[in-house]
């Protein structure tokens, strides 16, 4: 990391000047200031020497000798470790801190964060210490630390009293300066906008009297990111709902910024602010959270709205999701047709998938997220057409957008759906028809362009239930306990195996279920027949 070319704020004082009476109430508004969690994180960090970290089991650490290069962890891991997480704990608990305990947990922040900075003559040996998100975060939670700090005399006096050792403008100055960097700017991705956001607000919280250029710079790109980020239909580009709300919470945040007198990016957010929250609606399963697809991870909350008699129909087919819900036997019903590929971030091979929610169980679910790791042949799995309801050919996905012959399409019609995708090189139409789904039942008709007689076709089903042939050897059941909770019927001779498959609701773990690939002998299309439990073929 080179030194800043940013204009320097010189000395400490000069930085806490700069900031905005309002400041202070605007970080307790965001972080809070008396969570339990953060405070017990704190305390396990600095007297039992255990670092908490999201997702993973605590590991023995001292932030004030570690040397920020020797686990063998996970990529996530790191990048929350190089977040610098103490800080953030530091400015969520400190209203519950005893003045003792607030300069004995400001002490420990300096120190912890003095030995980071010591360590940056060997950077490149520590992982992610400039990773794009990581360096976002931790420039965020560096800012709201001042902040909560510059609001005690008490720590104030004894930020002063260290200025000869932490120089904490130079440090502000090199995180903008590497966040302002082209090279370094994660354009039209998550990152990219936490990015922007981190810069923006510090300039904010500073009164715009500090790091301008660089200001002005970040509000550009976040409006940029804003209008990129989600479609005309208010749906985020990343191919999971768990992203969607994630990133609903940034067009939240980027209006609270009102507050600081910003008002340009906050217009831009709330413009999109209501068809974001109707996509999540739609999206939203009966049971109120979100389906499992892309990285959505588990259980994740969405927005729960009364189930009608319908078919109800949400149509975000220009964003490549169509979502029907509606009761069968006065039981809640879920349908959702995903075909889109407007991002390659959080991208699975799921062109065309479906996923098939009824009477409180998933019947055709999806695999999740698993890891970070790409290079973990379980996430493999899980991102492949294996772990997913779709059509496919054996062939190598296309994950990459600009490399696809043609756009995914989906089109709506009065009484289904139609998708056209090359996913995998070959254009294959899946047409969905619920017509009769007010009976139960749900038609899926497949189908191959330019098909060989050498290839294999086929559509694939995961299930957390089971797979079992009926007896007339047509059908297959999908159980559980001994009930048909749907039969899913081959319209024509297929070869049909019952397989073990991956899916993962929660980060790093993974459980085997099952899955049924049901491939064509030597045609070029495939049909079914799906009925809900109790419903006649």
């Known amino acids: 990391m080179s030194k800043s070319s940013c204009s320097l704020p010189n000395p400490v004082s000069d930085l806490l000047g700069a900031l905005l009476s309002r400041s202070y109430k605007f970080i307790v508004g965001e972080v809070g200031g008396s969570n339990s969690v953060a405070k017990k994180s704190l305390e396990k960090a600095v007297n039992e020497k255990k670092v908490e970290i999201k997702s993973f089991e605590d590991t023995d650490l001292d932030f004030l000798t570690f ?68 360096t976002a975060y931790r420039l965020t939670h560096l800012t709201n630390w001042l902040i909560v700090v510059s609001a005690n005399e008490a720590l104030v006096e004894k930020l002063l009293s260290v200025e000869s050792t932490l120089n904490l403008p130079e440090v502000f100055s090199n995180h903008v300066a590497w966040l302002s960097e082209e090279e370094n700017y994660s354009k039209h991705t998550n990152h990219g906008f936490d990015q922007a956001m981190a810069v923006f607000s510090l300039g904010l919280h500073a009164g715009r009297k500090l790091w301008q250029a660089e200001s002005d710079l970040a509000e550009k790109r976040l409006i940029d990111e804003v209008k990129f980020a989600f479609t005309e239909e208010g749906v985020h580009k990343e191919n999971s709902p768990g992203y969607h709300v994630f990133m609903m919470r940034r067009l939240e945040k980027l209006v609270r910024l009102e507050q600081l007198g910003e008002t340009t990016v906050g217009i831009e957010a709330r413009i999109i602010q209501e068809d974001a929250e109707r996509f999540l609606e739609a999206i939203t399963l009966p049971d109120g959270t979100l389906p499992m697809v892309g990285d959505t991870r588990g259980g994740q909350k969405g927005k729960m709205t009364e189930i009608e008699e319908g078919p109800v129909v949400y149509d975000f087919s220009k964003s490549g999701y169509v979502v029907i819900k509606g009761l069968y036997k006065e039981k809640p019903y879920y349908l959702l047709f995903k075909n889109c590929h407007d991002s390659n971030y959080h991208r699975h091979d799921d062109d065309l998938s479906i996923y098939l929610y009824y009477n409180g169980r998933t019947l055709l679910g999806d695999g999740g997220l698993g890891s970070h790791n790409e290079n973990d042949p379980k996430r493999k799995q899980l991102r492949s057409y294996k772990s997913h309801n779709v059509p496919y050919v054996k062939s190598l996905a296309v994950r990459n957008r600009e490399q696809l012959n043609r756009p995914p399409s989906v089109v709506v019609n009065e009484h289904g759906v139609t998708g056209m995708s090359a996913m995998f090189g070959q ?12 009976s139960g039942r749900i038609a899926v008709r497949d189908k ?17 239930y089971q797979f079992e042939k009926k007896g007339d050897n047509k059908s297959y059941d999908i159980l559980g ?13 297929v070869d049909a195996e019952n397989h073990q498959a991956l899916i993962s609701k929660s980060y790093g773990d993974f459980e085997l279920v099952h899955s049924m690939s049901c491939e064509s002998m030597g045609s070029d299309a495939i049909s079914f027949a799906i009925n809900l439990g109790g419903a006649t073929p």
């Open 427 to 438: 254009v294959i139409k899946r047409t969905v028809d619920w017509k009769n789904v007010h």
């Open 448 to 464: 191959v362009a330019n098909f060989k007689p050498d290839q294999v076709f086929g559509a694939g089903f995961i299930t957390e």
């Open 481 to 493: 306990g001994g009930i048909v909770y749907a039969t899913i019927t081959p319209r024509i001779k």
């Open 67 to 134: 040397d920020w290069c020797s686990p063998d962890k996970d990529r996530n891991w790191w990048w929350q470790m190089q977040a610098l997480p103490f800080l953030d704990w530091f400015s969520r608990c400190h209203q519950l801190l005893d003045e003792r305990e607030l300069e004995q947990y400001f002490d420990f922040c300096v120190a912890a964060l003095l030995q980071w900075l010591k360590q940056e003559p060997n950077s490149d040996q520590s992982p992610l210490r400039w990773h794009d998100h990581a």
